[in-house]
């Protein structure tokens, strides 16, 4: 950097610079050599610096870049191929265990109706046999209250005769059938 501006004042200081003569220097055919060696230079420089030191880093960072990215993508497909590995598994156990469950609960409620089938048919059988007990029960009262009939039409036409004649009337169980085999 020094050296540039050195030499820009020296350019500037010197008094005869090139085209002083008039017109423009870069069109003195003087002066082409002279230019045409610099732009050599200078270009030469510049192809070199560039091809030797800016183009290798630049070129550096790009493989670096490519091989970072081609390593993350190689990365990303594991992770994906284990995630899909992993997916299937739970798949195929989440399915095996469904399978499990459904037979676990098509025992379970065979057996709930089994139960309740058994249930069901020892309170019918209970109930049945409940109802055949009542119903001999009512046969047997209603033997014994038609053997009473007798009995209590008897005592109740006397005390009906008592009431309405006020006078006590003693019938027996022998008129009252004769009574009834006369209605006949």
Request: charged letters at 30%; glycine letters at 4%.
């Amino acid at each position: 950097m020094n050296r540039v501006l050195l030499f820009l004042i020296i350019i500037l200081l010197n008094q005869n610079s090139f085209g002083a003569e008039g017109g423009m220097p870069q069109l003195n055919p003087d002066s082409f050599s002279s230019q045409l060696f610099w732009l050599f230079i200078f270009f030469s420089v510049l192809f070199i610096s560039i091809n030797n030191y800016f183009v290798p880093r630049i070129k550096k960072v790009r493989d670096n870049r490519e091989d970072t990215i081609n390593s993350l993508i190689l990365e990303s497909k594991k992770i994906n191929d284990s995630i899909e590995e992993i997916v299937e598994k739970i798949n195929s156990d989440f399915n095996k265990q469904k399978k499990i469950s459904d037979s676990d609960i098509d025992n379970a409620l065979l057996k709930s109706k089994n139960k309740l089938e058994e249930k069901i048919y020892n309170f019918d059988k209970s109930l049945e046999d409940k109802k055949k007990s009542l119903s001999d029960e009512l046969l047997e009262a209603k033997k014994k209250i038609q053997g009473k009939i007798p009995d209590i039409s008897v005592t109740l036409s006397n005390q009906i005769f008592e009431k309405i004649m006020g006078e006590k009337n003693n019938g027996t169980i022998s008129d009252f059938e004769k009574i009834m085999k006369d209605s006949k």
